[in-house]
């Protein structure tokens, strides 16, 4: 029944019970460490559990809680517990209890496409309404693509209607010359929000990636990547600003089917399977970036696009409907909003940029520039010996090397919490990053 982002212990002495749960998609963490003899620790960040040390395992074994699960122990009188039962309690495609609650009521029947647009207009707008609840000022990272851009001229829209007195500020990083600040500042001078640009050289994100990879608690290269610039703009605002609530538009593309392999889909069935093991893997990835590069400097991250309701509707409609057409991702998305005037059109229809391309210029990508970096810090006597040291996700590239030192600096032993590296499917690649890929128009005709 509860509508929102969360990861909490319960701890029932009356009934001699304990609770943990964690929300549907895992926006925020919860980790967990438990010993044969029932001695349980919980924490919201790993590394506030791998210092512990317990008579009976000298290496506690350290694990996310998973997301959309909820936990039931017994509390024995000595204060250790023993599990009863674990429960996935939502799926991603099923609508929510607290739908019969919440204040959008009854949607309108059937899938024709005005009939959807509608609907999704709908539920997109009540998904930031209720996000405003707070005594505390409400800011938006905007990157100029179409999902931060969507958040925050309805968040603007919203703030209005809603009477507060103050200006929304709205934040982009890059740079100099990134097509993400040009595109945001198009964004911005639309809505009318203050907006801030925060410039970064390349020696700043190199510097910051040890305090990345150590808030994070992953070596994963895309999250890596991508949060560098999310970091040093939470630090920035953290510092400069009174904005806490921050508002973004994480989610969207792994529900929309917004990365650019998506063309490469063999069947609409198949993106329906791609795009729900996305959300089911966003607490790894791209919520973790999020959540932790946010809350390193006190800030707290709302974001629309996981709204239960929004995105248990959208994965309810037709596969067909979902997938890129005319050789653009999120198309739907897109058209929903085409008529509302919300942001300039040429953003509206903007191919998709990685966060980690879009901050820097076009002569030179951020992760290039990493990997020139990396060149001269991995040599290729330690690439050969990879397996050797590290025999789980060897690292293939110098990049992946690199942040997996740290890591291991950081977190000794502790490979496991990262399943697997994210990479784009349907295509052979080799790195993560989007520029790499030749983004096929004609794909998606034949």
């Known amino acids: ?63 996310p809680f998973l997301p959309g699960h909820y936990e039931v122990l017994d509390l024995k009188p000595n204060g250790k517990v023993a599990s009863v039962e674990t429960v996935k309690y939502h799926h991603c495609r099923g609508e929510p209890l607290h739908a019969l609650y919440d204040s959008v009521g009854k949607l309108f029947p059937g899938f024709e496409l005005e009939t959807v647009k509608s609907n999704l207009r709908i539920l997109f707008n009540n998904a930031v309404k209720k996000r405003l609840m707070t005594d505390r000022r409400i800011g938006c990272l905007l990157s100029g693509g179409l999902d931060s851009s969507l958040v925050a001229a309805t968040l603007l829209k919203q703030l209005k209607e809603a009477q507060v007195q103050y200006a929304l500020q709205t934040f982009a990083i890059g740079m100099e010359d990134s097509p993400d600040l040009l595109a945001a500042r198009k964004v911005a001078n639309h809505i009318g929000s203050e907006h801030h640009e925060v410039l970064f050289n390349s020696e700043e994100g190199i510097q910051a990636l040890d305090e990345v990879i150590f808030s994070l608690e992953t070596y994963d290269i895309t999250t890596v990547r991508a ?20 508002f973004s ?37 791209d919520v973790l970036r ?47 909003f085409e008529d509302s ?69 950081h977190y000794p032993g502790r490979a496991d919490w990262l399943s697997h590296y994210w990479m784009p499917k349907w295509i052979n690649a080799t790195d993560p990053s989007a520029r790499t890929l030749t983004h096929y128009k004609s794909a998606a005709k034949a």
């Not at 999310?230 to 510092?239: C, D, E």
């Open 1 to 63: 029944m509860l509508d929102g982002v969360f990861a909490f212990i319960l701890l029932d002495t009356a009934s001699k019970k304990v609770f943990l749960g964690r929300d549907t998609y895992g926006v925020r963490p919860l980790f967990r460490a438990m010993t044969e003899d029932g001695f349980l620790a919980v924490c919201s960040e790993a590394k506030g559990l791998v210092t512990l040390k317990h008579s009976t395992a000298p290496f506690l074994k350290v694990e």
């Open 227 to 246: 949060s560098v610039g999310m970091y040093l703009i939470s630090k920035y605002i953290r510092k400069n600003t009174d904005s806490v609530v921050i």
């Open 249 to 285: 538009g994480e989610g969207s593309d792994e529900l929309t089917q917004g990365y650019i392999y998506f063309h490469k889909a063999p069947s609409p069935e198949e993106a329906e399977e791609e795009s729900e093991r996305l959300l089911k893997e966003l607490y790894l990835f």
């Open 290 to 336: 999020a959540d932790r590069t946010t809350a390193a400097h006190g800030l707290e991250l709302r974001v629309p696009f996981l709204d239960h309701r929004f995105s248990s509707y959208y994965l309810s409609l037709p596969p067909d409907m979902r997938v890129p057409k005319n050789g653009i991702e999120k198309h739907l998305l897109r058209e929903t």
């Open 341 to 409: 005037n919300l942001i300039p059109k040429e953003i509206l229809w903007r191919p998709k940029e990685a966060f980690s391309d879009g901050i820097t210029s076009v002569k030179n990508s951020w992760f290039k520039i990493l990997q020139e970096f990396v060149e001269h810090q991995v040599d290729d006597a330690m690439m050969a010996n990879a397996a050797q040291k590290f025999p789980f996700n060897t690292p293939k590239t110098k990049e992946g090397y690199y942040y997996r030192q740290i890591f291991e600096r």
